[in-house]
């Protein structure tokens, strides 16, 4: 199933918001313009539809976080209830979401039942969402036989470690993932692989213990000399760069997708070099180009830059990313989202104001 629109309506600064929804989505915009807003939707979908599976009675507590309900209204809104619609199938269901944040009201299709629970199916199953707050790097991480069961690294990537100590041998759902110096299709050397494109000459191992509940990695570095391919001692996470390990919860959650999976990623740039940063937009086109739905939201001209070069390059079509830049409205501050569209030689169709231009804005004050 593909989602291919989303309404919005009372949420925030979101006052009436309709998107279309592409195989890769890019959300970009200055600060408090919108897009965690968007984001956060997408979130209560997945509580309320988890909360519709719980047994009557049982308290169920939601893990989107949004605060008081009257700071989450519209500020012009007329109503008391927030509402949101996916468009999937030629269809579109909706929610109108009540004072503690739960389904007052599901507008079914009725016209076929299967449409519902295709989407009920789609955020049970096919829906991961990785925070901007991941874990960082640390001697052991956490441990959750739950999680890996279901296909979750967490929502911090906190279960990475634990996920590639239980997978390293599963063989990727895209072949295309395949990373070309790669000699296999199992998970953890492609991982190693595309991490290499962020550090050169790195390897990792993971280990998990059920005893101890926890997880391990360890990274080490390999050279060659005239005779030997030598290598470094195992060094843990925080003897090594911050990034490889940030990082590695986004390569991990692409590579383990299928398709028909939704994966939304905050800024998936968070400590790496320009290179790293292109690198991964790559690795996000492949995904997208193959079948998985992916939505980043990103402050990293890079990452732009990377999928315009992988449009050129033919790895994604043209028709299968969409780009959104968000900002406000002056006098009422609504939130605006402009569309730009990527051409097949990797062209824009449109530069807003604020839209990754500081470079120029910086170099023409520098020249002149």
Sequence with gaps: M??????????????????????????????????????????LMRDNINFYHQPINKPYTFTTELGDKKSLLHQNSLGEN????????NTFSGIELDSKFKAESFEYDNR???????????????????????????????????????????????????YLAEKSNDILNISALKHTD?????????????????????????NADAATQSAKLTYQYYYADDKNLLTTSEQNPLNVGFGLTYVLPVIVAILKSKPGDFLIIENPESHLHPKGQSKIAQLCAIAAHNGVQIMVETHSD????????????KIINKD????????????SLDTIAQPINIGENGDLSDYPKDFFDEWDSQLDKLLW
């Design 302 to 313: 890079h990452f732009l830059n990377g999928l315009r070069v992988a449009t050129k390059n």
């Design 112 to 162: 076929d039942e299967r449409n519902n629970d295709k989407l009920i199916d789609f955020f049970e199953e096919h829906f991961y969402y990785l925070n901007t707050d991941r874990i960082a790097p640390d001697l052991t991480f956490p441990y959750s036989e739950t999680a890996i069961e279901n296909n979750s690294i967490g929502t911090k990537g906190e279960f990475t470690a634990h």
């Design 182 to 206: 790669s000699k296999t299709q199992n998970l953890l050397e492609n991982t190693e692989k595309w991490l290499n494109e962020i550090s050169d000459n790195v390897k990792i191992s993971a």
């Design 2 to 43: 593909k989602l291919d629109k989303i309404k919005i309506k009372n949420f925030k600064s979101l006052k009436e918001i309709d998107l279309n929804l592409s195989n890769l989505t890019l959300i970009s915009g200055v600060n408090s313009s919108g897009k965690s807003s968007l984001i956060q939707i997408f979130l």
């Design 82 to 89: 927030i509402g949101f619609e996916f468009g999937y199938s």
């Design 320 to 331: 299968e990313s969409q780009v959104y830049f968000f900002s406000k409205e002056k006098e």
